[in-house]
């Protein structure tokens, strides 16, 4: 196998359960497969459990069976409320894991969420860092996500190398929850951005100019970003099958918008790409990936969209 050079110099590498592989669990698990851990998988859906075992990993019956023997336990799940299923009850995480365990949460859920979670994990003697990601699918398959960590330092330490090897970029934010303010703000900036390379496809567009051309140009210089790198075909082409879905986006504007409030901060931009992302949804494209905010943009300026 490919890790046996690492290996030699690490030390044994924890037992890792992942709760939920989805377009982002299913290569973040495999990185780690590919980095040497053994991975025990549960979701809901059995392609994705048939996929991990293809990977190397093992596929599990429940949470429960998934997490009984594991040292660190990740999630990946859609929202708060998956979280909180996943975790509590008879059959979560919370009652099934081992005094000790570390979760390593990347889903992109509420702050409150968060330090809820941690709060409750330490009656049970478990451990809990929230580590939401950004950089898409792309950065999941690519193992260069950016992770924003709230939680203990000592915790953080432990559960650096496994982030090392999905991420390029990985930092300690502060206390349980600001990872999940550190990753609402991403949500903001990245949603205003893609509503503003989406406007300015339309203009060009309406102009006549050689759309290709413009936005190789446009990236070039202060206009460029990461978005617009990532989306540029998508937005070239129409292809708006989902990477990250318009429905996720909508939660993280309403993360966003809502802790902006609790702490008396304005969003006036954020406010109204918030409204587009609503109304993109109530209009039928919430399963499209967020750089269909295009259609959007096409429908208010007069053009037929599919
Ligand atoms: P997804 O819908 O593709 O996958 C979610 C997975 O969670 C599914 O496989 C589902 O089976 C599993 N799940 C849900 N409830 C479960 C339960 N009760 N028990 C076990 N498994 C359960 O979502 P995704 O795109 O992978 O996103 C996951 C998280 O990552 C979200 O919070 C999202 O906001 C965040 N995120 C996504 C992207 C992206 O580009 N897709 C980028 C950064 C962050």
Redesign the pocket.
């Known amino acids: 196998m490919s890790n046996n050079l690492q290996s030699s110099s690490r030390p044994t590498r924890p037992a890792v359960a992942w709760?939920?592989?989805?377009?982002?669990?299913s290569p973040m698990s495999e990185n780690l497969i590919k980095a040497g851990y053994d991975v025990t998988g549960?979701?809901?859906?059995q392609d994705?459990l048939d996929r991990l075992t293809a990977a190397g990993g093992t596929a599990a019956k429940s949470?429960a069976e998934a997490v009984k023997d594991a040292d660190v336990i990740v999630t990946?799940?859609?929202?708060s409320p998956?979280v909180e299923?996943?975790a509590y009850g008879p059959d979560g995480i919370l009652e099934n894991a081992k005094s000790g365990a570390l979760i390593v949460d990347m889903?992109?859920i509420t702050p409150q969420t968060s330090v809820d979670l941690a709060k409750n994990a330490k009656e049970k003697g478990i451990r809990v860092i929230d580590a939401?990601?950004?950089g898409?699918?792309a950065g999941a398959i690519e193992a260069v996500l950016s992770i924003m960590v709230g939680g203990e330092q000592a915790d953080f330490d432990e559960a650096k190398p496994l982030l090392d090897a999905l991420g390029k970029t990985i930092v300690l934010c502060g206390p349980h929850g600001s990872g999940q303010t550190v990753k609402a703000a991403n949500q903001l900036i990245v949603a205003v951005n893609i509503q503003a390379c989406a406007e300015a496809v339309v203009f060009l567009e309406k102009s006549g100019v050689d759309l290709k051309a413009a936005l190789d140009v446009l990236n070039g210089g202060l206009a460029g970003s990461t978005v617009l790198t990532r989306k540029k075909d998508n937005f070239l082409n129409r292809d708006f099958k989902p990477?990250?879905?318009i429905d996720?986006h909508h939660k993280?504007m309403g993360i966003v918008t809502d802790a902006a409030r609790n702490v008396g901060a304005a969003l006036p931009v954020g406010g109204v790409v918030a409204q587009l992302v609503a109304s993109l949804r109530a209009q039928g494209d919430g399963g499209l990936d967020h750089s269909a905010l295009l259609r959007s943009v096409e429908r208010l300026s007069g053009n037929q969209v599919a």
């Open positions: 709760i939920g592989l989805g377009i982002m669990g549960f979701t809901l859906e994705k949470i990946m799940v859609p929202a998956q299923a996943i889903s992109s939401p990601v950004s898409g699918e990477g990250f879905r996720l993280d």
